[in-house]
């Protein structure tokens, strides 16, 4: 039997194999439960396609679905059922005639007894390494009761370890306060889940139980259904991703005054979050980071959730910000991401292979109000986004992080949510009113890795350009909104 080179077999699927540490120890029953439409048929499909292309036969025993629609949702995918041998078992089929009369043995136990040995006997006669049994929900009711159905799987379950055979057993997932005859007797426990959300695409995950004897990575991961099978994500973990310690190193910004404020830049491996009403600048002074790393040739990415990459780009032309070269050299990323077609587990994947594939030095994601939306029903999103935001830092990646808060001025300035705690720098952006306009003014309020300029300066735009100016000593209170002029030198 073809084995990978940790004696596992690889389920098919790379996310899988992935949190698997490897795959599955061959030899065992496994079961796969999950809602309709999770997904529980590709998966098997998957599984028994990888070892067809290993040269090892596979036999998919169908209790529910025809041939035909088998076929059918093999098409859908593009698989191919080679080496693979279907086999549809009806159970009144097995059982004999309607007419046929049981004189001693009620009828469900006939027909239980009569299929399981059907399976056995195709087994026999197919001799297959990897066997799908779909679905357990057929067996329990004939069997009817939970000891007489527990037994009959003990008797699958010992006879296929006797020849060294991997078996998937699919089920439906029973409700919360049922228990699986079949979870207690498996060798392992793979469960998915359909999550229905308010609005926008069903999210999916899946959630190892349980492995006897195998280390794998615990919690939920987030899969998507595409043409091809199942793509999982595999949960990050950051603490999987830690490498030597990164030598101290600045990102500048190409504004002098800027990068004056974070005394000198922001260094590489940090998180900054920009934070600030809408319209401010926010964006732009991301955009002016990337735009720096770009002409030093470092690889650069933009996640835009809240504005259309064409209007992105006219922006950043108006304000001399040139990013259409490096578009076109692959030096930048730029995307737009559509919060109701997004899992959070997709999203984090995308940063994680761009970081890992493409070599990204700088991630922007624009906004974290998007970001939510698109994790509206995720109880756990300041849990993930510091799993992100270590990873990047651990990976030497620099990231910025955009935050609109709701208001414009004054003190009813509030924020969606809290997270400055977990950012290592945070660059607060204000409007204030002075000599009858509507100005903005920027502070740096944080820096974890050292010292930083305390003071308050105007952000302009003058002749298509960024300018920050110098600090604003002549006025107090510039960050609520309504500064007090204190005299001096009034501003240009």
């Known amino acids: 039997m073809s084995k990978n080179q940790r004696g596992l077999l690889s389920t098919g699927i790379s996310g899988l194999d992935d949190i698997l540490h490897g795959g599955l120890a061959s030899g065992f029953i496994y079961l796969i439960e999950g809602n309709p439409g999770a997904g529980k048929t590709t998966l098997a499909l998957q599984f028994l396609m990888d070892g067809a292309k ?55 136990e006939v027909e239980l007894a009569d299929i399981l040995e059907t399976i056995l006997a195709k087994v026999r006669d197919v001799a297959p390494s990897r066997v799908v049994i779909d679905s357990m929900s057929e067996l329990r009711m004939l069997a009817r009761d939970s000891l007489r159905y527990r037994r009959q799987v003990l008797t699958l379950k010992q006879f296929f370890e006797t020849r060294d055979c991997t078996t998937l057993l699919l089920d439906e997932r029973l409700r919360d306060d049922q228990q699986s005859q079949v979870q207690t007797i498996a060798h392992g426990v793979i469960c998915l889940e359909v999550l229905p959300r308010n609005y926008g695409i069903t999210r999916r995950r899946l959630e190892i139980r349980k492995i006897r004897a ?47 404020l ?31 790393a770009a002409k030093r040739d470092e690889k650069g990415a933009i996640f835009t959730f809240d504005e259309t990459c064409q209007s992105f780009l006219e922006r950043s032309r ?10 076109d050299k692959k030096i930048v990323h730029l995307e737009q ?111 974890r890795s050292g010292p930083h300029e305390r003071s308050i300066r105007e952000l302009s735009i003058k002749g298509r350009k960024l300018v920050i100016g110098q600090p604003l000593t002549n006025f107090a209170g510039v960050l609520t909104g309504t500064p007090i002029y204190q005299g001096g030198q009034p501003l240009l």
């Open 54 to 108: 290993r040269g090892e036969k596979g036999l998919y025993v169908s209790l529910a679905e025809s041939e035909a629609e088998l076929q059918l949702v093999a098409d859908s995918h593009g698989f191919s059922l080679d080496n693979i041998t279907v086999a549809k078992l009806s159970p009144p089929e097995i059982a004999g005639a309607e007419s046929r009369h049981y004189t001693v043995f009620q009828p469900a």
């Open 318 to 327: 108006g304000l001399g910000l040139k990013i259409d070269p490096y578009l």
């Open 262 to 292: 974070f005394n000198g830049g922001v260094q590489r491996g940090t998180s900054t979050l920009i934070a600030g009403p809408t319209g401010c600048g926010k964006s732009t002074l991301c955009t002016q980071f990337v735009v720096s």
């Open 337 to 447: 991401v559509d919060p109701a077609e997004l899992s959070p587990g997709e999203f984090v994947d995308r940063i994680r292979r761009g970081v890992e594939e493409q070599g990204w030095r700088v991630v922007v994601i624009d906004s974290l109000n998007g970001l939510m939306n698109s994790m509206s029903e995720e109880l756990a999103l300041t849990v993930q986004l510091h799993e992100v935001l270590a990873y990047l830092s651990q990976m030497g990646v620099a990231s910025f992080l955009v935050l609109a808060q709701y208001g414009l001025l004054g003190h009813a300035m509030t924020s969606p949510t809290d997270i400055s705690y977990l950012a290592d720098n945070v660059l607060l952006l204000r409007y204030f009113e002075v000599t009858g306009e509507v100005r903005q003014a920027l502070s740096v309020v944080k820096r």
């Open 214 to 260: 195998a280390e794998f990575r615990e919690g939920y991961h987030d899969y998507l259904i595409v043409r091809g099978g199942l793509r999982v994500f595999p949960r990050l973990v950051s603490g999987e991703h830690r490498h030597k310690k990164m030598p101290s190193e600045v990102l500048p910004s190409g504004l002098n005054e800027l990068d004056a």
